[in-house]
């Protein structure tokens, strides 16, 4: 700062290629101009047939357009950091600032205890002054098992931190180490510790394993720690008191490790919880750490990790330091953000899980205006900035300062009772946590929206993406997994943009225009969701009646299109290249930008309106950090999982099979009529492009819904196209239809097609446009659709959910008399470690309240009964014991006499009913196999991932995607209704 003699501790380096890229991207922007230009001159006039859908394309690409110009921001000024940890050894060895490392984890099942442990282990082992460095963990889940396997852990780490630094191996996670490391070869001293430490790894590992496998820990273990005492008053996850045990105390002279020397502290806590008290996530537990860390060992900087994320390098420490305690250039730095890289990813990336481009560009890009987005995992942060301190010039931060547990005076007991109540429900009440303090409350992405701040406040971030990646995480291994998570994130950064704390207004003059785009890139990925449904529906059926929205060939207008197209799919292939993906990572990455933007996206943005009229709340659905056997092999050989249903997934599957069934009817002109050829070429080739592309993309979701017979194929399409097909039928005949009536649905559907086929609208062969052969389709789009819902066979109406309390479902039955069946098992007991009756209370109420069946404690239970009156029956489900148990149930119901009052052809109604018979029979069957599943899983004890999806959320989703459908249909149908005079549409 100066001063002559500042050698800086990180240096910051610019791109090459800036020049280059500006000049191309100035091309690109002309290109889109004249598309644009080309649009608005050709909009058909009022009154003309085809405006709106012309004035829609308008609007994409518009969208489009100003997209493209925001994303500009994180490619127009990459920087690159490096780091000088020699010249911080030199200058700071003996001054070096205390390190609290943060880890959080929220449910035993789906993050298991041991790769807790080997999280904290990578945590503990850093190469760093184990007296100044201290782990904390989160459990949000306040599970005993992650509380005892973190106290086998801290047992472990007396052997594994020497190890570790004696030979100075890598990585630090001790399960990551074994599986990369077989034998050191050499060194015979080496390959004796390494034996015997591995043993011990192994016995560790087996003792966490088994108390998992039983939920329950061993009862000497039990009675020998006192710290299990404190959940003697523990009723469920989510009402407890705080627990709290510092494993290792840095004050104890006995908390060494194997050589003498001292170890990190290690702190357990479970935030007290109680069922009105909203906990706020992620961000809630962050928070109280923040607190409970500031009175125990107050490090100056804090490194926050989700628990599946173990360190991979041990000087990463050091590398952040290097930008905080830079004398020049570090001092306005509030945070350094590492890029969140995974184990275990396949060649070719499947889920482009590795966001490469976001990674390896676009992350360099927003540093260049001023630091990244802070995306939680990964990050190290000043305390005070993260506690709301404003930036001033001024102020100096002393790394002496330390107000350490060591320097206590107070025994551990004591110093535990003090700090208990910073995590109690009621400490937050009247005061500014998670709001000016500490991160903050009510968004889904609570990471993002702090880093925010953080940078309104004045401050500046990194980025530092080393060679040897930093932190490696598990990455999601199914495509409902995937599809989950961008949800959240792109809810979230939604909700950012209409916040208090919008990068357009609010941070408008605190940060820099730039930082301002690059942060508008990611809070307005939900709105893409629009324009690409448009774009991937409308010009495709327009194909179909064989009207052309983009300039012909021979039209100059036609430049400007393919330059666009042209140049953008190159560019991002070779950025993508040069990122470090192949080809193949390419083309995956590409279906996944597809199916985010077709289906994460649009219910991020309809859940974000709904959240702001007042309707929903946004939730956190935890990633599942562990994938059973037949999942990870299909994984591994990059075979897409498409596994459970999901309206999500429904979508996606409209999309491709609209795009197949255009694509068909294409060809089928084409070969009719050889002519047709040169033009369809001339007239449609980008729309034939378009559907081609979309149908080439989809290849594995043909297949998974298709050719595959595995359990990730994909399932239930015909139970969703049913609900849509039927609510199509009822909106058309104004009638009235409850979802949930499986028969009556077949038959609506199958009559909707009977009745689409009388309709003249759809005779062949309708001399209604400038191409008559075209214009044939919708009913075999409809027979299409129903040959996908008979080829994929109907899946057995189960639901699987876990219960805390009480759950009551609702089963709508049509008609007195009828038969239903109902089973239930319970699978699996979170944690019956103290009782071992684990049965559950079922209740059955009729529609008007009364009582029809009533079965207490029991595990498992298959029994039919007679519906005495029609109307809604209720099945509530009670726990008794203290833990969440998951619970499997099925309910169906045998209609036999079918009178439909819509059938219009008599001879229909015999073949109907033995239709209906045939469809209850097979129901049957799968209902039983289903119920023997259920049993066969329990018996096992499945160790099988489970998000803990709300389930009226799941309803209420597929409320949103019907009546999305039933709108795209309603388009559909006036689309083709008008057949007349159409010259352009
Ligand atoms: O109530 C909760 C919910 C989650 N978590 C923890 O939060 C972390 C992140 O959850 P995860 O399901 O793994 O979400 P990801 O999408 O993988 O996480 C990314 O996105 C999140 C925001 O959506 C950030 O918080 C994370 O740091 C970031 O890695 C995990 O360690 C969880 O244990 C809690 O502590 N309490
Ligand atoms: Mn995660």
Redesign the pocket.
């Known amino acids: 700062m100066g001063s002559g003699n500042y050698i800086p501790l990180f240096h910051s380096e610019r791109a090459k290629g800036r020049v280059l890229y500006r000049l191309f991207a100035a091309t690109v922007l002309v290109g889109i101009c004249l598309i644009w230009a080309y649009r608005v001159s050709h909009i058909p006039r009022a009154g003309e047939n085809g405006r709106w859908v012309w004035i829609g394309l308008l609007g994409a690409e518009l969208w489009f357009g100003f997209y493209w110009i925001i994303t500009q921001a994180l490619r127009w000024k990459l920087i690159y950091r490096t780091t000088f940890k020699d010249r911080l050894s030199q200058r700071y060895e003996k001054d070096l600032p205390g390190v609290d490392i943060f880890v959080?984890?929220?449910?035993p099942v789906i993050?298991p205890p041991l790769m807790v442990v080997n999280t904290v282990l990578s945590a503990m082992a850093y190469n760093y002054p184990p007296e100044r460095l201290a782990v904390y963990v989160?459990d949000?889940a306040g599970s005993i098992l992650t509380f005892y396997a973190l106290m086998e852990a801290s047992q472990f780490a007396r052997h594994w931190i020497p190890y570790c630094k004696k030979f100075n191996v890598e990585p630090r996670s001790a399960a990551a180490y074994f599986a990369s490391v077989q034998n050191p070869h050499g060194d015979d001293d080496h390959t004796t510790h390494f034996e015997g430490v591995k043993n011990l790894y192994e016995e560790m590992k087996d003792r966490i394993e088994s108390a998992a496998r039983l939920g329950r820990i061993p009862e000497e273990v039990h009675l020998k720690h006192k710290g299990f005492s404190q959940w003697d008053s523990y009723t469920s996850k989510g009402d407890h008191d705080t627990i709290l045990q510092i494993l290792i105390d840095g004050k104890d002279p006995l908390a060494k490790d194997i050589d003498g020397w001292a170890l990190p502290i290690l702190v357990y806590l479970a935030r007290e919880k109680r069922p009105h008290h909203f906990?706020n996530?992620?961000a809630g537990?962050m928070n109280a750490l923040i607190r409970i860390s500031s009175n125990i060992s107050n490090g100056q900087i804090i490194l926050?990790v989700?628990?599946?994320m173990y360190s991979n390098d041990s000087l990463s420490i050091r590398d952040a330091l290097c930008f905080f305690m830079d004398e020049g250039k570090g001092s306005d730095i509030a945070f350094v953000q590492f890029p969140?890289w995974f184990e275990n990813l396949t060649k070719n990336d499947l889920y482009s899980n590795r966001l490469l481009v976001v990674t390896n560009v676009e992350f360099h890009g927003i540093d260049g205006y001023g630091g990244p987005l802070y995306?939680?995992?990964g990050c190290f942060h000043r305390r005070e900035t993260l506690c709301g301190l404003k930036f001033n010039k001024n102020h100096k931060f002393d790394w002496k300062i330390r107000d350490n547990v060591r320097n206590r005076q107070q025994n551990v007991q004591d110093l535990e009772a003090e700090t208990k109540p910073l995590a109690s429900c009621t400490y937050e009440q009247n005061t500014q946590w998670g709001n000016e303090m500490g991160l903050k409350y009510g968004c889904?992405?609570?990471?993002v929206i702090t880093g925010l701040s953080i940078q309104c406040n004045g401050w500046k971030s990194a980025y530092y993406n080393p060679e040897r990646k930093a932190f490696l995480g598990a990455a999601a291994t199914s495509l409902p997994e995937v599809l989950v998570?961008h949800k959240?994130?792109s809810e979230?950064d939604l909700q950012i943009f209409l916040s208090k704390y919008s990068p357009a207004w609010f941070a408008h003059g605190k940060i820099s225009l730039g930082l301002q785009l690059g942060y508008a890139c990611y809070c307005l990925w939900a709105p893409n969701c629009f324009a690409i449904l448009y774009y991937s529906i409308i010009p495709s059926l327009h194909l179909l009646k064989g009207h052309s929205l983009f300039p012909q060939i021979s039209s100059p207008w036609f430049l400007p299109f393919a330059y666009v197209i042209l140049a953008e799919c190159l560019y991002s292939l070779v950025e993508f290249h040069l990122a470090g993906g192949t080809i193949l990572g390419w083309w995956n990455e590409q279906r996944i930008w597809l199916y985010k933007r077709s289906s994460s996206y649009l219910f991020a943005s309809i859940d974000t309106i709904l959240k702001f009229l007042g309707f929903a709340n946004s939730g956190?659905i935890?990633?599942t950090?562990v994938a059973d056997g037949e999942v990870l092999q299909r994984y591994k050989k990059e075979i897409m999982e498409f596994g459970s249903s999901s309206p999500m997934l429904t979508i996606l599957a409209t999309i491709a099979l609209l795009n197949l069934f255009c694509l068909v009817g294409v060809v089928k002109t084409i070969t009719l009529d050889r002519r047709s050829i040169g033009r369809l070429g001339e007239t449609m080739p980008l729309q034939i492009l378009l559907s081609g592309v979309l149908v080439f993309i989809n290849l594995p979701l043909f297949q998974g819904l298709f050719f595959r017979s595995d359990k990730g194929k994909y399932g239930r399409l015909a139970h969703n196209y049913l609900c849509i097909i039927t609510d199509v039928h009822r909106y058309i005949n104004h009638e009235q239809l409850a979802i949930g009536e499986e028969e009556v649905r077949w038959i609506k559907s199958i009559n909707l097609v009977l009745e689409l086929e009388r309709s003249p609208l759809f005779k062949s062969g309708t001399p209604s446009n400038s191409t008559p052969e075209m214009g044939t389709g919708l009913r075999e789009l409809f027979v299409i659709v129903l040959l996908a819902v008979l080829s994929s066979p109907q899946a057995v109406l189960g639901i699987r959910f876990v219960i805390d309390r009480e759950e009551c479902f609702s089963h709508d039955i049509k008609y007195e008399g009828d038969t239903v069946h109902v089973s239930f098992v319970v699978i699996k007991v979170d944690s019956s470690w103290q009782y071992s009756n684990d049965g559950v209370d079922l209740v059955i109420k009729g529609p008007s309240g009364e009582q029809i069946q009533d079965f207490r404690d029991k595990t498992s239970e298959k029994f039919d009964f007679m519906a005495r009156n029609r109307g809604v029956h209720r099945f509530c489900f009670t726990n008794k014991s203290p833990y969440h148990e998951t619970i499997d149930f099925d309910v169906h119901v045998a209609h036999f006499s079918y009178y439909d009052e819509h059938a219009k052809d008599e001879h229909f109604k015999p073949l109907m009913e033995q239709i209906s018979k045939l469809e209850d029979a097979l129901y049957n069957i799968q209902f039983e196999q289903h119920w023997l599943e259920a049993q066969t899983d329990r018996q096992a004890i499945v160790n099988e991932a489970m998000s803990r999806r709300a389930i009226h959320k799941a309803f209420y989703e597929s409320a949103a995607l019907v009546g999305a459908s039933v709108l795209q249909v309603y388009l559909l149908r006036r689309l083709f209704e008008r057949k007349l005079g159409m010259s352009r549409v």
């Open positions: 959080c984890t929220a449910d993050e989160s949000d906990h996530f992620k537990a926050n989700d628990c599946d969140q995306v939680g995992t889904p992405v609570e990471d998570q959240r994130w979230g956190f935890i990633s950090k």
